[in-house]
């Protein structure tokens, strides 16, 4: 009986280790807000989910639901709450979030704009996004529409994956409709995955552009007519890529998508147009699952790499003299993570001592990563260029396992009167010239030594003096504490940091460590916070920023994320671009 009841003991003590570890990592991350509805179209007399998630908090509270007229909102009740790991890139985070679900209902036919609300956590403001609501007295489209989605059942954490989303229109009707408009009300919503950049439509495919969840536009491909049962379709198709950055079960609401005609006021006016009217085409929701990459088994030096891969090796030339530049390109192909694992360095590999790297070049692509390296055999006495190894974990087989390319024979002949590069230059050693040489003989003679009262003088200066700065710096605040120096030195750093960042990704790093220095903060205080809800935040507060510099962050936040995810593949930004903003921030009083 002891000995359960001291089991028991354990276990809760090891519950509690485990709350208390989460708490600590959440109480350096800032809370952010998300917000969705679902679905975003409903019948009369139906309702609609109001769905509000805060991550980064241990607490929170909706502070009021805003007033919309022709709007019914259910009672607010408590969040739920769920702790989870999430890994980006091969790094490990834990995360805490609370949801709200709030059913939401229409009295009238109609389009609702539900405004943005606050809700506190952690003692933070935080505002949703405006979220729209369309009523309609019947879903007329069943027949006339077409609405699929494809999308993968279940996943690794970390690997990205596509969505493939059909829409079509009764080509009878085609004629009549000037207004497309797809809802997705779990775009941008779902904690917990991120939306990669969007497959490329050739330019002979595109079929131009229709609105997306009615605030922006989206290209889409013409997909050519298919016949469903008696009808046949004009088919549009777009493909949506995630990577989802923690385990779980996630899930796609009710998608819709809306066909119709809506005519100008002022051709109504004069008699012309049509009628407006539109139809509805619903598509259910689905679920993804997504499995927790393992701790068993991961080697210390994995990549980050998720998928199946497979690389090649091929030299610009195999026939060098000793010193000369061979340009190895190494490319990895396959189904993965193949723009975001980290490539290897082959200047801290074992195997490639008998070589110099000098620098390489990074090509990535949803399909294909290439990276070029720049290397120089030292020796003749080297045969080959040995292969390249990647750490992955392999989506196919559930473990993590080697990549490698083939060895790469070349032949390395002597340079002509040398014995071969070395490793490393010889340290430079001091010499004594002739003008060195001290002709004037030196006196003998002792120095004279300080009189003892002219040592208590200058002891009894130097403690006045050290007491009258100690007072002023309790009035004036001490400029050699260690946040005060931090402050100092954020921008000598950020200068530094940008000059030798080689991504946008190291690029965002070396802000967040500025900002960090400059509030006071930690640099995990500043990933993936929102720079205009923490300035308003501040308005109590004796740091100030002010609103249009919040606002600047806010949208260079925004760029470097674009350049770390999106097309542009880890293209730095321009670094003067980046010191210019940094300055002005920091003249703002941050």
Do not use: C
């Not at 007033?67 to 995360?95: A, D, Q």
């Amino acid at each position: 009986m002891r000995s359960r009841i001291e089991s028991i003991r354990r276990a809760l003590l090891g519950v509690s280790a485990f709350v208390l570890l989460a708490a600590l990592a959440v109480a350096q991350k800032t809370p952010t807000i998300k917000a969705r509805l679902d679905p975003m179209t409903v019948k009369l007399g139906g309702q609609a989910s109001l769905f509000v998630e805060v991550e980064n908090a241990q607490a929170g509270e909706i502070v009021a639901l805003p007033t919309v007229e022709g709007l019914r909102f259910g009672p607010i009740g408590p969040p739920g709450m769920s702790s989870y790991t999430e890994i980006v890139n091969g790094r490990v985070s834990s995360k805490i979030s609370l949801t709200w679900r709030i059913a939401v209902q229409p009295m009238q036919k109609g389009e609702y704009l539900i405004p943005p609300f606050t809700v506190r956590a952690d003692g933070r403001d935080l505002v949703t996004r405006e979220l729209r609501l369309l009523a309609d007295e019947d879903f007329r489209g069943d027949e006339l529409g077409l609405l699929e989605i494809d999308a993968p059942k279940e996943v690794w954490q970390g690997q990205p994956f596509t969505l493939e989303i059909r829409m079509g229109i009764e080509t009878g009707i085609q004629g009549r409709l000037n207004r497309y408009d797809l809802a997705l009300p779990w775009l941008g919503e779902l904690g917990g995955l991120v939306e990669l950049e969007d497959l490329p439509i050739p330019s002979n495919r595109s079929a131009g552009k229709i609105l997306l969840n009615s605030r922006q536009e989206l290209e889409v491909e013409g997909f050519g007519t298919r016949k469903v049962g008696n009808a046949n379709f004009y088919v549009l198709r777009v493909r949506k890529r995630f990577l989802a950055t923690r385990p779980g079960s996630f899930t796609f609401p009710t998608s819709h998508f809306e066909f119709g005609h809506r005519g100008d006021g002022f051709s109504r006016l004069l008699g012309g147009g049509s009628e407006d009217f539109a139809y509805f085409k619903r598509a259910p929701a689905f679920e993804v699952l997504v499995k927790p990459i393992p701790e068993e088994g991961r080697p210390i030096d994995w990549s980050g790499g998720i998928g199946t891969f497979e690389s090649s090796a091929i030299p610009d030339r195999r026939d060098v003299v000793a010193g000369d530049s061979i340009k190895l390109t190494v490319e990895w192909t396959g189904e993965g993570n193949l723009e975001f694992f980290d490539a290897p360095d082959l200047a801290r590999l074992d195997a490639f001592r008998a070589f110099r790297v000098y620098g390489t070049q990074d090509r990535r692509t949803p399909n294909r990563r290439a990276v070029t390296y720049d290397l120089a055999p030292i020796e003749a006495s080297v045969t080959e260029i040995p292969a390249v190894p990647l750490q992955i974990f392999d989506t196919a087989t559930g473990r993590y396992a080697a990549v490698a390319t083939k060895p790469v024979p070349i032949r390395v002949r002597p340079l002509v009167g040398a014995t071969g590069l070395t490793s490393a230059a010889p340290a430079a050693t001091t010499t004594v010239d002739l003008r060195d040489i001290q002709t004037r003989a030196e006196d003998d003679a002792p120095p004279a030594a300080p009189s003892g009262s002219a040592l208590g003088a200058v002891a009894a200066a130097i403690l006045a003096g050290w007491l009258a700065l100690r007072a002023w710096v309790r009035r004036r605040g001490d400029p050699d504490a260690p946040r005060e120096r931090a402050r100092r030195r954020a921008r000598r750093e950020l200068e530094r940091a940008l000059r030798g960042a080689r991504t946008a990704e190291e690029q965002a790093r070396a802000v967040h460590a500025f900002l960090a220095a400059r509030s006071g903060e930690t640099p995990e205080a500043w990933a993936g916070r929102d720079p205009v809800a923490w300035a308003r935040s501040l308005a109590a507060e004796s740091r100030r920023i002010r609103p249009e510099d919040a606002d600047a962050l806010r949208q260079l936040f925004a760029r470097l994320d674009a350049a770390i995810w999106g097309p542009a593949n880890g293209t730095k930004l321009d670094e003067r671009d980046v010191l210019a903003l940094a300055d002005r921030v920091a003249a703002g009083g941050l």
